[in-house]
C-alpha cells in the first residue's frame, strides 16, 4: 500500500457486514497479459517502509514491479476496491510467497466484498507472519458469509491468548454483531460491557466499541443508555464519521428525509 493510505480497517466499526456495490464504471482495458495497466505516475517509493521491507528478499525489479501493483492497490482501495484487487491480484501472481502480498490481497478483497477470496488471503498472510492483526476482518467475512457463529468462535480462541488491545477489542466488537445476527442481542450487549468502555486513552478503536455498545443497547430498548453512549461517541467523532450524531436524532425520534430524485418531482 501507499505511504498515505491508512492501514485499512475492517467492518469492526458496523454493527453488519455490508456487501459492496460493484463499481459503475469498468475496469480500463487489460493489457495483452490480460492485466489491468498501472498508471504511469505510480511510484514504488510512495510504499511505506514496512511494505518495502516485506519485498526485500524479491530481485530489484520484481520488487519495484510488485511494489508498485500495491501502491495502485492502497490508492483506490477506498475509491474502487474492485480495481484495487485487480492490481493486487497481480502483485500475487508476481510475488505470492511474499506475506504483504497476501495481506494486500485479503485487504482488497475485503473491500471489494469478495468474503471467501478475502479469508483465505488473510489466513495465509497469518500463517506466513504469525501474526494476528486481521483477526477480525475474517471474523467479519464469515458473518458476511452468513457464518456468525464463526466470528463468535474466532473471539473464544483468542482469549488468554497475547494479543494487542487493538486486535483484541475488534475482534470482539464483531464477535458481538455476530452474537445479534444470531439473535442473541442480550448476550451482545454482555459482551461489550468491558472495562475499556470507561478507558481514558485516545484510542482508535475506543468510539467505535462504544459505538457498537450503544447501538446493542438501543436494539435492546435501552435508549436512555443508548443516548448516553451515542452522546459520548459524538463527542469524541468532531466530523461524526460513526454517524453517532444521526443515531442520536433517531432515538429522538427525528427522521432523516432522502432529497427526491429528479423522476420524483412533480411535473408543472
Same mark, same amino acid.
Request: net charge negative.
Given at each position: 500500500?501507499?505511504?498515505?493510505?491508512?492501514?485499512?480497517?475492517?467492518?469492526?466499526?458496523?454493527?453488519?457486514?455490508?456487501?459492496?456495490?460493484?463499481?459503475?464504471?469498468?475496469?480500463?482495458?487489460?493489457?495483452?497479459?490480460?492485466?489491468?495497466?498501472?498508471?504511469?505516475?505510480?511510484?514504488?517509493?510512495?510504499?511505506?517502509?514496512?511494505?518495502?521491507?516485506?519485498?526485500?528478499?524479491?530481485?530489484?525489479?520484481?520488487?519495484?514491479?510488485?511494489?508498485?501493483?500495491?501502491?495502485?492497490?492502497?490508492?483506490?482501495?477506498?475509491?474502487?476496491?474492485?480495481?484495487?484487487?485487480?492490481?493486487?491480484? #497481480?502483485?500475487?501472481?508476481?510475488?505470492?510467497?511474499?506475506?504483504?502480498?497476501? &495481506?494486500?490481497?485479503? #485487504?482488497?478483497?475485503?473491500?471489494?466484498? =469478495?468474503? =471467501?477470496?478475502?479469508?483465505?488471503?488473510?489466513?495465509?498472510?497469518?500463517?506466513?507472519?504469525?501474526?494476528?492483526?486481521?483477526? @477480525?476482518?475474517?471474523?467479519?467475512?464469515?458473518?458476511?458469509?452468513?457464518?456468525?457463529?464463526?466470528?463468535?468462535?474466532?473471539?473464544?480462541?483468542?482469549?488468554?491468548?497475547?494479543?494487542?488491545?487493538?486486535?483484541?477489542?475488534?475482534?470482539?466488537?464483531?464477535?458481538?454483531?455476530?452474537?445479534?445476527?444470531?439473535?442473541?442481542?442480550?448476550?451482545?450487549?454482555?459482551?461489550?460491557?468491558?472495562? &475499556?468502555?470507561?478507558?481514558?486513552?485516545?484510542?482508535?478503536?475506543?468510539?467505535?466499541?462504544?459505538?457498537?455498545?450503544?447501538?446493542?443497547?438501543? $436494539? =435492546?430498548?435501552?435508549?436512555?443508555?443508548?443516548?448516553?453512549?451515542?452522546?459520548?461517541?459524538?463527542?469524541?467523532?468532531?466530523?461524526? $464519521?460513526?454517524? @453517532?450524531?444521526?443515531?442520536?436524532?433517531?432515538?429522538?425520534? !427525528?427522521?432523516?428525509?432522502?432529497?427526491?430524485?429528479?423522476?420524483?418531482?412533480? !411535473?408543472?
Amino acid at each position: 500500500m501507499s505511504a498515505d493510505e491508512p492501514t485499512p480497517d475492517p467492518v469492526h466499526a458496523r454493527p453488519d457486514a455490508a456487501e459492496t456495490e460493484p463499481a459503475d464504471e469498468p475496469v480500463e482495458d487489460y493489457d495483452e497479459r490480460g492485466e489491468i495497466p498501472v498508471p504511469e505516475d505510480v511510484d514504488y517509493r510512495d510504499l511505506d517502509a514496512d511494505t518495502r521491507a516485506g519485498l526485500r528478499s524479491l530481485p530489484k525489479g520484481l520488487a519495484e514491479n510488485t511494489g508498485r501493483r500495491l501502491v495502485a492497490a492502497g490508492r483506490l482501495l477506498d475509491e474502487d476496491p474492485e480495481r484495487a484487487l485487480a492490481h493486487a491480484l #497481480v502483485a500475487r501472481r508476481l510475488a505470492s510467497r511474499i506475506a504483504v502480498v497476501r &495481506e494486500a490481497v485479503g #485487504v482488497t478483497a475485503y473491500h471489494a466484498g =469478495q468474503w =471467501q477470496l478475502a479469508i483465505g488471503e488473510l489466513r495465509t498472510a497469518q500463517r506466513l507472519t504469525g501474526t494476528r492483526a486481521h483477526l @477480525a476482518m475474517i471474523a467479519d467475512a464469515e458473518r458476511a458469509l452468513g457464518r456468525p457463529e464463526r466470528a463468535v468462535d474466532a473471539y473464544r480462541d483468542l482469549e488468554g491468548a497475547k494479543v494487542d488491545d487493538e486486535t483484541r477489542i475488534e475482534l470482539l466488537i464483531v464477535a458481538a454483531g455476530a452474537r445479534r445476527d444470531m439473535g442473541q442481542g442480550a448476550a451482545a450487549v454482555a459482551m461489550l460491557q468491558v472495562p &475499556e468502555l470507561e478507558s481514558n486513552r485516545a484510542e482508535p478503536w475506543l468510539p467505535r466499541l462504544r459505538y457498537a455498545f450503544a447501538d446493542a443497547l438501543a $436494539e =435492546q430498548g435501552r435508549v436512555a443508555e443508548a443516548r448516553e453512549w451515542f452522546t459520548r461517541v459524538a463527542a469524541s467523532d468532531e466530523d461524526d $464519521e460513526l454517524g @453517532a450524531g444521526e443515531r442520536l436524532l433517531e432515538l429522538e425520534g !427525528v427522521a432523516w428525509l432522502a432529497e427526491p430524485d429528479d423522476d420524483d418531482r412533480p !411535473v408543472d
